[in-house]
């Protein structure tokens, strides 16, 4: 038992100094954005809903049982159901961030972009940490098929961008989840910064020799 709480004090502390190092970042601002972390026997921490990210109370945060069933805490966030699907689909990952930081959103509104993978291979750190995005189609907030059309996505990938909303990110450990969502979102601050020039991506040699070495 002293062990659980052991584990759990930690994830709560670690959820809000992430929290707070993304909001004083300017990653996510007002009460937007939502962080989780699964906990050893299956049940998910995540932060309250209508919350700054800047101003956690690690006592506050929402205990779910591994079923969505609210245990403790203040109220979860209204996008828990994301979350949970993304655990579903990835069991390995115990770690998901969602944000609206800027540029990402800026960059699920552009017509035009490809829905299988939204951001060419620019950099090595962006393909090694990011990989590929597929760009999962706009439903409203709390719209269940959202949670699906997630689930199904994150089978295949650990990062997804929500037209019109902002990206999702999963990861073995808070900080694994925390780093690819501040390269993904530096990514797309590069993407939209080139504009129209004429861009020298990574070859798709180089990108299957990066993948092959950090997989």
């Not at 100094?17 to 972390?37: H, K, Q, Y």
């Not at 189609?137 to 699906?148: K, N, S, V, W």
């Not at 501040?182 to 910064?193: M, Q, R, S």
């Given at each position: 038992m002293?062990?659980v709480?052991?584990?759990?004090t930690?994830?709560?502390?670690?959820?809000?100094?992430?929290?707070?190092?993304?909001?004083?970042?300017c990653?996510?601002?007002?009460?937007?954005?939502?962080?989780s972390?699964?906990?050893?026997?299956?049940?998910?921490?995540?932060?309250?809903t209508?919350?700054?990210?800047?101003r956690?109370?690690?006592?506050g945060l929402s205990?779910?049982?591994p079923?969505?069933?609210?245990?403790?805490?203040?109220?979860?966030?209204?996008?828990?159901?994301?979350h949970r699907?993304?655990?579903?689909?990835r069991?390995?990952?115990?770690a998901?961030?969602?944000?609206?930081?800027?540029?990402?959103?800026?960059?699920s509104?552009?017509?035009?972009t490809?829905?299988?993978?939204?951001?060419?291979?620019?950099?090595?750190?962006?393909?090694?940490r990011?990989?590929?995005?597929?760009?999962?189609?706009?439903?409203?907030?709390?719209?269940?098929?959202?949670?699906?059309?997630?689930?199904?996505a994150?089978k295949?990938?650990?990062?997804?961008?929500?037209?019109?909303?902002g990206?999702?990110?999963s990861?073995r450990?808070?900080?694994e989840?925390?780093?690819?969502?501040?390269?993904?979102e530096?990514?797309a601050?590069?993407?939209?910064?080139?504009g129209?020039?004429?861009?020298?991506c990574?070859?798709?040699?180089?990108?299957?020799?990066?993948?092959?070495?950090?997989?």
């Amino acid at each position: 038992m002293t062990a659980v709480l052991s584990e759990e004090t930690k994830l709560r502390d670690q959820i809000c100094e992430v929290s707070a190092s993304l909001f004083e970042r300017c990653l996510t601002a007002g009460s937007t954005g939502n962080i989780s972390a699964r906990l050893s026997d299956g049940s998910i921490l995540t932060t309250p809903t209508n919350a700054s990210l800047g101003r956690l109370d690690p006592a506050g945060l929402s205990l779910l049982s591994p079923d969505g069933t609210h245990l403790k805490g203040d109220k979860p966030t209204k996008e828990a159901f994301l979350h949970r699907c993304m655990y579903c689909a990835r069991p390995g990952d115990s770690a998901v961030i969602h944000t609206h930081s800027i540029h990402c959103v800026a960059l699920s509104v552009l017509e035009g972009t490809n829905h299988e993978d939204v951001l060419p291979p620019l950099t090595a750190y962006y393909v090694m940490r990011v990989g590929t995005l597929p760009l999962v189609p706009y439903y409203p907030p709390g719209d269940e098929m959202l949670g699906e059309a997630v689930g199904q996505a994150a089978k295949s990938h650990h990062a997804l961008l929500l037209a019109n909303h902002g990206p999702v990110v999963s990861g073995r450990t808070l900080h694994e989840a925390q780093y690819a969502l501040e390269e993904l979102e530096e990514t797309a601050k590069l993407f939209l910064l080139l504009g129209d020039r004429p861009v020298k991506c990574l070859s798709p040699e180089a990108v299957t020799d990066l993948r092959r070495r950090f997989e």
